[in-house]
């Protein structure tokens, strides 16, 4: 009992001083891979880099000391990272203060999730979730979360469209006239030093190389060039009057925002006002919506302007550094050869202090020291609104993570627990929300450096913490000049090993249904990004339809005898068949959905073949049989038997003969039409089905009585 509850303690047995130190060399190994990609994947998921940090120093400690996993490693991951961010963007803008709330209160959604299940031992629920349809979410994420860092990498900035495939042209078009140069370049250098460095030793930290490394450049080159100006020196009348607009816009925006929240509070308490009431209230919301839709898009086509336009600086000796188009007449005294650009996002300009870009983007300041330690503020509401993605991403999570512990399990012969295993995952992402943390999974590429740095225990993954919480303490400033084309860079690089070709192909050459299943999952994932949800609502609901038209049309099957004289599927094989004795084969559960499918296909063979004597249903398939299916059966046999025909049964196994015999159709059939096997019923039945008949030479008779009769 004291195991199951902390079954860390197992790790104890027969440990030792070098045990611990290859756990020590393991932990630090994967805690060098885990700093620089958790904060790349926190500004996947729409937060800032540093969240990734909080999410990284109590998850993966306590997944490992309540997981069955000695090797996996939990923290923050692509996929999950790109789910929380699509999750939340209709919510809240990303990056916001709502934002990064309801990202730690989806954290410990998840985790509520995840844990319940553990508990209830109903870790069997992520079969729902099956490989073609995982298959081709994880191939069109992949392609989603490389393509979402295009932006970073060319160095430009675009507003989001409503398809991500809509916000990628927009990127490509910006990326042809404004891409920039330097920037580029940061992210084509660290991603050949990772290609070069895994090709030399794949056990290099080579993230952490190209982290550093370009780290380094970005401080030594002032890579960031960064302009803190007043609105009177931009030198440029319609730009100014633009600024003046845009925060007339967002202001706007705010204050229509207040006025319909107050309304929709109006609506929901308006419970006893008349309909005329009621429908007024609903046209002042929508005329609110419109008002706010059409200052949204007005936002948006001046906030495009000004981040169009380049700017030059020049020195004046009365008023200081001005900045001029670039394009436009300038005096000749410039400051620099750089080129500048107006920093826009969603919130009100400060005209006093506008900053201009000169250089690439940083990750900035990180705060030192670890967050504060809470449990994060959640409402009913906020829970209720939250639950439908946060039980996709514990699924999607799991999914990940379970694989990834099999995966490793079957290498090292250690015994895992499923549901233990979503305990662990669960504890991980609640207490990891308490220190600023948003959803985790166990992670495919650090669980492999684990198990390739030869981990003997989840000890390895709490060293892991304990190395981030000490970068958090004391080396946080040292990531300030880290630009963000390199984090984008190491999110391209991390997924590129969830690209899976072969994955459409398998399951395509297993069932061309599940082959089709898998690509339309990644098509419709791909059309309906950043609702990746939509993806997996279409895959699941497809393949529980081709389950239930299988259930409903199970595989019905007339057998005859092969050349090894063994009962085979006469249509499978191109057999001939016994014209007086139909041996039919039902394959699954008899019951309401496909009971009266069994009674068609008998209909079928009376009317094709007129010479019938016998029905032999052989019900070696049949698992179950419920209330329906026993009832069409007796109606099955009663017709049968009105209408002249013989009918037996084979192969019935002990819950269905214990519910013939509950329901009296046992006594019906009667007991001696019923035969242990399909030889032991057609030896029996042959001879007197064949008594008087024409048939010259019996298909069935061959190895059933010994030899061969020809009448």
């Known amino acids: 009992m004291l195991t199951k509850i902390l079954p860390f303690i197992e790790w104890f047995k027969d440990y030792s001083l070098a045990k611990f130190r290859i756990d020590f060399v393991a932990g630090l190994t994967v805690a060098l891979v885990l700093i620089p990609q958790s904060m790349a994947y926190a500004q996947l998921a729409g937060l800032p880099a540093y969240y990734g940090l909080y999410a990284a120093f109590l998850p993966p400690m306590i997944a490992s000391l309540f997981g069955s996993s000695r090797q996996l490693a939990t923290g923050p991951v692509a996929v999950v990272s790109l789910m929380t961010a699509a999750s939340l963007e209709p919510l809240a803008s990303a990056g916001s203060e709502a934002f990064i709330a309801y990202a730690i209160i989806l954290a410990l959604t998840v985790g509520v999730f995840q844990l319940l299940l553990g508990i209830l031992r109903l870790g069997l629920i992520v079969n729902f979730l099956s490989h073609p349809v995982v298959n081709g979410f994880t191939n069109a994420a992949a392609i989603i979360i490389a393509t979402s860092q295009l932006s970073k990498l060319f160095g430009v900035y675009v507003d989001k469209a409503h398809h991500h495939y809509e916000t990628i042209i927009r990127v490509i078009e910006s990326a042809f006239h404004y891409t920039h140069l330097p920037t580029l370049a940061m992210g084509l250098l660290s991603i050949a030093i990772m290609v070069v460095l895994k090709r030399l030793n794949p056990r290099i930290p080579y993230v952490l190389v190209a982290v550093a490394f370009t780290t380094i450049i970005s401080w030594a080159t002032g890579f960031q060039h960064n302009a803190s100006v007043a609105i009177d020196q931009i030198m440029d009348k319609p730009v100014q009057e633009d600024i003046q607009s845009f925060n007339h816009a967002v202001e706007s925006i705010a204050a229509l925002s207040i006025e319909r929240t107050k309304l929709t509070s109006k609506i929901e308490s308006s419970h006893d006002a008349s309909p005329l009431d009621r429908l007024d209230l609903d046209y002042q919301s929508r005329v609110f919506t419109a008002k706010i839709n059409a200052a949204k898009s007005q936002a948006s086509q ?35 050869g750089r080129v500048y650009r107006i ?52 699924l999607l999570g799991f999914m990940e993570a379970i694989a990834i512990a099999k995966a490793m399990a079957a290498k090292t012969g250690q015994r895992l627990d499923p549901n233990q295993e979503l ?56 990531l300030y000049h880290l630009p963000q084309a390199v984090l984008a860079s190491v999110i391209m690089m991390a997924v590129i090993g969830l690209v899976n070709i072969s994955g459409f192909v398998h399951a395509w050459k297993a069932q061309w249904y599940d082959g089709l299943i898998s690509i339309i ?18 895959g699941v609901g497809l393949s529980l339809g081709v389950f239930l038209y299988k259930c409903m049309r199970p595989r019905i099957s007339s057998l005859s005898r092969g050349e090894d004289h063994s009962l085979k599927d006469s249509c499978v094989h191109e057999l001939a068949t016994c014209e007086h004795i139909e041996l039919i084969r039902f394959e699954g559960p008899l019951f309401f959905a496909n009971a009266s499918y069994l009674e068609d296909e008998i209909n079928n063979r009376i009317q094709k073949e007129s010479d019938l004597r016998h029905f032999i249903i052989a019900c070696n398939g049949v698992n179950d049989i419920d209330a329906s299916g026993q009832e069409t059966l007796a109606l099955i046999i009663q017709r049968l038997r009105s209408a002249g025909y013989g009918v037996s049964l084979s192969g ?47 298909p069935l008779l061959v190895n059933c009585l010994g030899t061969q009769s020809t009448k």
Do not use: W
């Not at 390739?452 to 004391?474: C, E, P």
């Open 423 to 478: 305990i662990g995952q669960g504890l991980s992402n609640i207490l990891g929300s308490f220190g600023k943390s948003y959803p985790v999974s166990g992670s495919f590429s650090r669980s492999a450096v684990n198990l390739q740095a030869g981990a003997v225990s989840g000890l390895s993954s709490v060293i892991t913490s304990l190395v981030v919480i000490i970068a958090l303490l004391f080396f946080t400033p040292l």
């Open 343 to 394: 920093r826009v996002g969603n919130k009100i300009l400060n005209t006093q202090s506008l900053l201009l870009t000169g250089g690439g983007a940083v990750v900035g300041e990180v705060p030192k020291g670890l967050p504060k330690l809470g449990i994060p503020p959640i409402t009913i509401p906020v829970f209720l609104q939250l639950l439908p993605y946060a039980v996709i991403i514990s």
């Open 302 to 336: 001046i906030r495009t302007r000004l981040r169009e336009m380049k700017f030059s600086a020049v020195e004046d000796t009365n008023k200081g550094v001005l900045f001029y188009p670039k394009e436009g007449q300038m005096p000749d005294a410039r400051v620099d």
């Open 652 to 698: 019935v196994n002990d819950a269905v003969y214990k519910v013939l015999a509950r329901t009296h159709l046992l006594e019906e059939i009667g007991v001696h039409n019923i035969y242990p096997t399909m030889e032991k019923a057609l030896s029996i039945v042959h001879a007197q089905t064949h008594v008087n008949t024409k048939e010259n030479q019996c």
């Open 521 to 538: 999952t990644f098509v419709v994932t791909l059309a309906v990004a950043p609702h990746l949800e939509n993806g997996i609502y279409i």
